[in-house]
């Protein structure tokens, strides 16, 4: 059964780089039935899709953060990363590692890690 | 970006009750659209996809219909363990967007 793990620093400065890793298992990010991406939700808010990242290495972000935003993904260690610039105390969240079908259909969800901006 | 409204925005219930909660997008998105269960300090939980199928291990009082504009998700007869916030999202065209939530409580 697919399981995704998130990690990465609880608390972020502003103006700094919040980076997070998911780690992949029971599945592979090189699947072509897939496509993997990350979706936040701050808190006592609805979820905020963040993007996606295929097989193929195409990315589609959230036109919102997609300044700031990169997603990518480590085949050797079978983990996707959520890198997203400049932040502020807007971008406290839930923080979710999220897997759908290459249709788009939603497959899986991560437990999810707060992140602090402060 | 599509926008979903989902309605109402909360709903008091009893144990029992049949319950709809509906989700408009603001443009046609086929049959693209999910439904969440939340509770406090978990992950959205897939419900149903496609707008009305069934995710594995959802108990079948829980079911969606709609397509196009207008959808809804209805649970037959509430379950002490179904009070929580619902969300809708559709998946038809990047950005994936949700609605608002429905938070759903005891009456």
């Known amino acids: 059964q697919l399981q995704l793990q998130e990690s990465g620093p609880g608390l972020v400065k502003p103006s700094e780089t919040l980076s997070l890793t998911c780690t992949v298992s029971?599945?592979?990010?090189?699947?072509?039935?897939?496509?993997w991406g990350w979706i936040r939700q701050p808190p006592g808010k609805g979820p905020e899709w963040i993007g996606n990242?295929?097989?193929?290495?195409?990315?589609f972000y959230n036109p919102s953060l997609k300044s700031r935003v990169t997603i990518s993904v480590d085949t050797s260690k079978n983990r996707l990363s959520l890198q997203l610039h400049s932040v502020t105390a807007a971008d406290t969240a839930v923080y979710y590692c999220?897997?759908?079908?290459?249709?788009?259909?939603?497959?899986?969800w991560g437990q999810g890690t707060l992140v602090t901006v402060s | 970006a599509i926008q979903l409204t989902q309605s109402p925005s909360s709903l008091s219930a009893s144990v029992g009750d049949r319950v709809t909660i509906t989700c408009r997008a603001s443009?046609?998105?086929?049959?693209?659209l999910a439904w969440y269960q939340q509770k406090p300090g978990k992950a959205p939980k897939l419900l149903i996809y496609?707008?009305?199928s069934l995710e594995s291990g959802v108990p079948s009082r829980f079911s969606g219909s709609g397509s196009g504009t207008d959808f809804t998700l209805t649970i037959s007869s509430l379950q002490p363990e179904d009070f929580a916030t619902y969300y809708c999202?559709?998946?038809?065209?990047?950005?994936?967007?949700f609605g608002q939530g429905t938070r759903l409580e005891i009456k």
């Open positions: 496609d707008a009305s």
């Open positions: 990242i295929y097989y193929s290495g195409s990315t």
């Open positions: 999202q559709q998946f038809n065209s990047y950005p994936d967007t």
């Open positions: 443009q046609g998105i086929s049959s693209a």
């Open positions: 999220a897997s759908a079908y290459s249709s788009g259909r939603p497959h899986h």
């Open positions: 029971g599945g592979s990010v090189s699947s072509t039935t897939y496509c």
